[in-house]
């Protein structure tokens, strides 16, 4: 095959597969997995309103002696495999961060155990948006308030949420100052 | 299944890094095939003379589009869970701006002059320390330039996002906007000097 068809076989490869895009749909909404993670935001509703749940902090226990979600009970990841969730709950798993907990969960469901859920985003998710959630000075009516529903579910948990200017500033606040700030306030749990 | 592997956890941290290496080597070794690594050839671009580097880039952006735009619409990969870079336009065009000078002027980008530095040129060794330097500058200035680092933002934006079309007709039309400047660019290099 000399170059030039190649290139053209290549090129036609190219424009079938575009074109097909344009009637194939949006392709976030297959692969998404969007059943099997549950929102910081989800969560802290659910504790407020006492369903059963259990959370599993799969960090180590040094991390969770500074920090974790209210009601949540150290299971270190390697332990994780003789742990023996409770039946009547839902399970929430979470780590530093979102593939942490993938790993716990899937230990989790292999021990036979039906579904559990990943916290999105980890520990983390919970820290940005339950104790320190942040709105733009030039957010949009509908996005302030949904902003005013997460404020009111940051402060029960001793958030402290704010209103920033432009661009989100998270970078500049450290887990650690957020941690502390917390502390200070002491949590409703 | 569960893609990508390093979210989903089947990738640990070190593995993760092995894979960025071993995924860095191979693009660096098949720049250098491609001739990416050759300043001349590179800067023959600018002069609409050699411009191997316009489709050997957007082959690999419509190459990566498409596979991942497929891949997302089968369900092998979850594309909500893909980093994405944010977007602050002015610092972006800013530093676009600087690229493009010090591309023009060095005749080579910053993964090109690995490259060339690899294949034993010196051109490509001294923009490489010239790079190193940069980020060492770069990193004594920022508390002077923070502010405009973070000015701008408006998030994880995707271009079907940004002008309101459907996720497809935006990878159609990219296909056709890269089918269009493969031949133009193919015509432009076969036209009398």
Avoid at chain 1, 165 to 183: K, V, W, Y
Avoid at chain 2, 150 to 166: D, R, Y
Wanted: glycine share 10%; hydrophobic share 45%; proline share 4%.
């Amino acid at each position: 095959m000399t170059t030039v068809s190649r290139n053209r076989v290549l090129g036609a490869t190219a424009f079938v597969l575009g074109a097909g895009a344009v009637v194939a749909g949006d392709p976030r909404a297959s692969g998404a997995r969007h059943d099997e993670f549950v929102s910081a935001v989800s969560v802290a509703e659910w504790l407020r309103e006492r369903q059963p749940l259990q959370l599993i902090d799969v960090r180590s226990a040094d991390s969770f002696n500074e920090f974790h979600v209210p009601r949540a009970m150290h299971v270190p990841l390697v332990e994780l495999s003789g742990f023996q969730p409770d039946p009547a709950a839902t399970v929430v798993v979470y780590g530093a961060e979102s593939r942490i907990s993938w790993r716990a969960k899937r230990i989790l469901e292999k021990t036979g155990h039906r579904r559990v859920l990943v916290l999105d985003g980890g520990v983390r998710a919970w820290l940005f948006e339950i104790i320190s959630p942040t709105v733009s000075r030039h957010a949009s009516g509908a996005e302030r308030e949904a902003f005013d529903r997460v404020a009111e579910l940051s402060r029960y948990f001793g958030g402290v949420p704010r209103v920033i200017d432009g661009s989100d500033d998270r970078s500049a606040a450290s887990t650690s100052s957020m941690l502390e700030a917390t502390r200070r306030r002491s949590c409703a749990f | 299944m569960n893609t990508p592997l390093f979210e989903y956890g089947f990738l640990s941290h070190n593995a993760g890094l092995i894979a960025a290496l071993v995924i860095g080597l191979g693009f660096g070794f098949f720049l250098e095939r491609g001739g990416l690594g050759n300043a001349t050839k590179l800067a023959g671009q600018f002069y609409l003379k050699d411009l191997t580097v316009l489709k050997v880039l957007f082959t690999a952006i419509l190459t990566a589009m498409l596979g991942l735009y497929w891949l997302g619409r089968f369900g092998v990969v979850d594309l909500t869970r893909v980093y994405q870079l944010p977007t602050f336009v002015l610092p972006q065009l800013a530093g676009g701006l600087i690229f493009g000078v010090g591309f023009v002027m060095g005749g080579l980008c910053p993964g090109t002059s690995c490259v060339s530095m690899s294949s034993g040129r010196m051109d490509g060794l001294a923009l490489v320390g010239g790079m190193l330097f940069g980020v060492l500058v770069f990193n004594e200035i920022f508390p002077v330039v923070s502010i405009f680092y973070n000015s701008t933002a408006i998030g994880e934006v995707t271009i079907p996002q940004l002008i309101g079309v459907p996720h497809g007709l935006a990878v159609f039309a990219i296909v056709i906007a890269a089918l269009g400047s493969f031949v133009l660019a193919e015509r432009l290099e076969r036209s009398p000097r």
